[in-house]
């Protein structure tokens, strides 16, 4: 399951798909004080791309203490639902775009032990995740169209993180607040100021030689930034 570190209300996810995949295990190493490893599922049919499956979620999960927080951009996310809670998976988030028995797969994933969260990309509503916030652990807010590290933030995001936590807090429902694409320590701040508390960044932090500060100085910026 998701938990926050109790020290800090911010959440750290570097993104593996980021990270340097000849040498995956030391290279995840680099950034054992984040929080969650943010694990990118990508099937080549819902985003144009094809990263790794749930073969490589249970040979990286031995070598970090961080919780696997495993993001399905996938077409079919159901049926990945047992293997990658098998390879160790403490979340599961599913896309909405593609959810078409939403509520039975976050049930699903909850018995199955994880943590529940579910997707939206750039252009669908803050709405159409309303009937499901009594299931879900997290919202994933994409801020940028998925397939895809190293792209830039969308500004536009920053209203829709806004409103979503707005909604989160009139539900009264204990829900993290992902954002996930182009977050670095340029835009960190600005982003938690908006209401974001659990944030992935993959070349925000890879790219960095000195990741540890890097995401000591990313979590003390976007505690500046966030009033939740
Ligand atoms: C994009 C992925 C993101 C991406 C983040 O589809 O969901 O997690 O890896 O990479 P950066 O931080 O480089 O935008
Ligand atoms: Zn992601």
Request: charged share 20%.
């Amino acid at each position: 399951m998701l938990t926050k570190n109790k020290n800090s209300d911010i959440v750290i996810c570097p993104s593996v798909l980021a990270a340097d995949f000849s040498n995956l295990a030391s290279d995840i190493a680099t950034i054992s004080t984040a929080d969650w490893l943010h694990f990118d599922v990508m099937d080549g049919h819902y985003v144009p791309n094809l990263s790794f499956g749930p073969v490589v979620a249970a040979a990286v999960k031995p070598h970090s203490d961080l919780a696997l927080d495993v993001h399905l951009m996938v077409s079919q996310p159901d049926d990945w639902f047992e293997a990658f809670a098998e390879a160790g998976a403490d979340s599961l988030v599913i896309h909405q775009e593609v959810a078409v028995h939403a509520n039975r797969s976050l049930q699903r994933i909850k018995e199955l032990g994880c943590s529940a969260g579910m997707a939206i990309n750039p252009g669908t509503p803050i709405e159409t995740l309303y009937e499901h916030l009594p299931y879900l652990d997290l919202v994933l807010i994409m801020t940028v169209n998925p397939g895809f590290g190293g792209q830039s933030y969308i500004n536009s995001m920053d209203d829709k993180i806004r409103r979503m936590r707005k909604m989160i807090e009139q539900s009264g429902y204990n829900i993290f607040l992902q954002v996930d694409g182009g977050i670095t320590r340029d835009n960190i701040e600005r982003v938690a100021a908006c209401g974001a508390n659990a944030f992935v960044a993959g070349s925000g932090i890879f790219k960095k030689s000195d990741r540890a500060a890097e995401i000591k100085l990313m979590r003390e910026l976007a505690e500046k930034g966030y009033s939740g």
